[in-house]
């Protein structure tokens, strides 16, 4: 078992996207079966899941010794765990002896793992410590063999990553081409807010194919027009199937008439920073470079760290997707990281989980409450663009909250306006695709994202097939 925090692999690194009217990969297009199939599922069980570094969760939950969490994907059970020696380690979720579930509860503090069933107990570094009645077992108790079986895991921004399987690409190689692009986000230093996950009605695929294109943005997300430009944010393809997109903020939608005043939208964003949309009026189009220069000169105030950014990120959403299963959209202040996992049977079913990430500036004893300024129908600016201030005195990591598609659909829960929409369509999608009158995919230049993620989960199976 390895682990390490990762170091920085390369010099600074700047983006070089390319327009999304031309795809500079061919068009492939491919069959529904990945999505409906049973069989299609084993594959990837076998060969991309077992195989491929995955985000199991965030560092800042395991930076203590006996600080804990777990992850599933599939039918797999994991404990990531910080050990006493200050090693972090990843090992089976199940018990050597029945192979019981040893640990239910998402994320704790631990002195040593303990079968629930018949008391077996193993430390945090996975080795069995006894078992109750240990000279009745006529085979003894060899400890190396009784052992948590044990996986990769390793650090890199702020991350935890694990490999089921040991061999190919480290993870620096793996990180390497989005590493110096996220670097600056410190996603290290940030703090949960939230720490929600929905069991959805569709594949765990689909999911990844919304978020890896901005064709569906002005038909569904109403918001987006008022302070995103998504018609012709450049997009950017990378080795090992990582892909990215890089959104203009503070604007309003190309594809629509520009307004004479500021949107409900822009007008929070400019209130987050001190100024007036008053003042914008017959002005719109100068509200990013405004909303850039206000942000960093209260940076520059508050001492907070800009100097890595450059004016463009100061204003814009930078959405990555790291191969396969992971959306990490960033902005100096904050960020989501969504997660797509796969149902343990059922190719028609999946789990959706989202993290909320501040960037908090200043001790603890200067924080005030924050207020959060709303917009049209209730709609809150939320972290995004927003200097979120000293972390509040009465800061909590919170449990994470677990519920259906259902509850979104009938408005128990919530995810943000933007999400909910997209989980609302998802099932439809999984719906039409059992169709006999569907049988595949027809992408445009625009959706080059989609294919580039296919083209790399097709490599991945090839290449772990048999």
Not at 1 to 8: F, I, L, P, S, W
Not at 123 to 144: M, W, Y
Not at 313 to 329: E, G, R, Y
């Amino acid at each position: 078992m390895t682990t390490h925090r990762q170091e920085t692999p390369m010099s600074a690194t700047k983006p070089r996207p390319h327009s999304p009217s031309t795809s500079p990969i061919p068009i492939r297009n491919f069959s529904k079966e990945r999505y409906v199939s049973r069989e299609w599922m084993e594959r990837e069980r076998q060969a991309l899941w077992a195989n491929t570094w995955l985000v199991a969760g965030l560092a800042c939950d395991v930076q203590e010794a006996g600080q804990y969490f777990t992850f599933e994907i599939g039918a797999e059970g994991l404990i990531i765990a910080r050990g006493t020696d200050g090693r972090l380690r990843g090992m089976h979720n199940a018990c050597t002896h029945r192979g019981t579930r040893l640990v239910t509860e998402p994320i704790g503090i631990l002195k040593k793992i303990v079968c629930p069933y018949h008391a077996w107990a193993y430390g945090l570094d996975g080795e069995l410590q006894g078992a109750p009645g240990a000279a009745r077992f006529s085979n003894g108790l060899p400890k190396r063999e009784l052992a948590l079986h044990a996986i990769e895991v390793e650090e890199a921004l702020g991350l935890v990553f694990v490999r089921l399987n040991p061999g190919g690409v480290t993870l620096t190689e793996f990180l390497s081409p989005v590493f110096e692009l996220l670097r600056p986000y410190r996603l290290e230093a940030m703090s949960i807010t939230n720490d929600q996950t929905v069991t959805h009605t569709c594949n765990w695929k689909a999911i990844l194919d919304n978020f890896a294109e901005l064709y569906h943005v002005p038909f569904i997300h109403p918001i987006h027009r008022r302070m995103f430009e998504c018609a012709t944010a450049p997009i950017e393809l990378f080795e090992h199937g990582h892909t990215a997109v890089y959104v203009p903020g503070g604007v309003t939608d190309s594809g629509f008439p520009t307004p004479d005043a500021p949107t409900d939208m822009q007008a929070l964003q400019l209130q987050a920073v001190g100024l007036n949309p008053e003042d914008f009026r017959g002005r719109v189009a100068e509200i990013r470079p405004a909303l850039q220069r206000a942000k960093r000169a209260i940076a520059n105030e508050q001492g907070q760290a800009y100097a890595e950014f450059s004016d463009a990120q100061l204003s814009d959403i930078w959405q990555f997707n790291l191969f396969p299963n992971v959306i990490l959209s960033v902005t100096p202040e904050s960020a989501w990281l969504m997660r797509s996992r796969p149902d343990v049977g059922d190719p028609g079913k999946s789990r959706f989980d989202m993290f909320t990430l501040v960037q908090f500036q200043g001790g603890a004893a200067e924080a005030q409450p924050s207020k959060r300024a709303k917009g049209k129908n209730g709609v809150q600016i939320g972290t995004h663009f927003r200097l979120n201030g000293p972390r509040p005195a009465d800061y909590k990591r919170p449990q994470r909250d677990c519920f259906t598609h259902e509850d979104i659909m009938a408005g128990r829960k919530s995810m943000t306006v933007t999400i909910d929409e997209d989980i609302s369509l998802l099932a439809r999608v999984q719906q039409g695709m059992a169709s006999s009158g569907f049988q595949s995919v027809w992408l445009s230049d625009e959706e080059c994202r989609v294919q580039h993620f296919h083209d790399a989960l097709d490599a991945c199976l090839s290449a772990h097939h048999g």
